[in-house]
């Protein structure tokens, strides 16, 4: 069972790069998220979906942008990539759910830009 | 906009000893979810437990429980008996049950096992 999985798990990149953070799911899960952890930080939400064709900004929205074309991914865009976006980056996915329903997350994008 | 507070930002135990993490939070909503997710070094985000605010008895799995007091907006989280493989950052998060289902986390608590 895969789960949430995000690729890649390291990039570097350089000043006024632009890159795509890949993430799927094959949980058939409504609801997804892009968060982002800086050193020593909580995570902070960047973006989210609540299902295919619908996305709204969180937290951080500034610098990224997102589509989500079907249900199984949520890419994550940035443009022109500044150092102020050096951060772990975490996608994860729920079931939309009246319940107190779980959210699982992906192992984490490690990006560095220099 | 609801907020979570963890003021620990480092906290140390002997292994097979007990250690408890704080955690405050801010709302204003009556009914919310709350959890402890465990950060290994492999970055990977693992639920401990969870709580749901309606529900007055604290939530239990295996050595971890948590004291939730709802009328102080506190939840902390016991770990009995620590274990070398508990040493992680802990993170509290808050949960509304309207809208996206979207997470509120603290800032994290580092823990360190001394053998």
């Known amino acids: 069972n895969a789960g949430v999985t995000q690729t890649p798990k390291f990039r570097i990149l350089k000043i006024g790069q632009s890159m795509t953070l890949q993430c799927t799911q094959d949980?058939?899960?409504?609801?997804m998220y892009w968060y982002r952890q800086d050193p020593g930080m909580g995570l902070k939400l960047i973006y989210y979906s609540v299902g295919a064709g619908i996305t709204d900004k969180g937290e951080v929205p500034n610098g990224y942008n997102v589509s989500r074309s079907t249900t199984e991914d949520f890419p994550l865009r940035l443009e022109l990539a500044a150092p102020s976006q050096t951060s772990v980056y975490f996608c994860?996915?729920?079931?939309?759910?009246?319940?107190?329903?779980?959210?699982?997350f992906g192992q984490g994008t490690r990006l560095t830009v220099v | 906009a609801q907020t979570v507070t963890q003021s620990q930002p480092e906290m140390s135990v002997q292994e097979a000893e007990t250690v408890t993490l704080s955690c405050t939070y801010d709302t204003s909503e009556s009914d919310y979810y709350l959890f402890w997710y465990k950060q290994p070094p492999s970055r990977q985000m693992i639920l401990v437990i969870r709580q749901e605010a309606y529900k007055q008895q604290n939530a239990t799995e295996n050595r971890f429980s948590v004291n939730f007091q709802k009328a102080a907006k506190s939840f902390s989280l016991k770990i009995s008996d620590s274990q070398l493989g508990d040493a992680a950052m802990y993170f509290c998060?808050?949960?509304?049950?309207?809208?996206?289902?979207?997470?509120?986390f603290g800032q994290g608590t580092r823990l360190t096992i001394n053998p």
């Open positions: 998060a808050y949960r509304s049950p309207m809208g996206a289902q979207k997470l509120v």
């Open positions: 994860a996915s729920s079931r939309r759910s009246t319940m107190n329903t779980e959210a699982f």
């Open positions: 949980m058939n899960h409504n609801y």
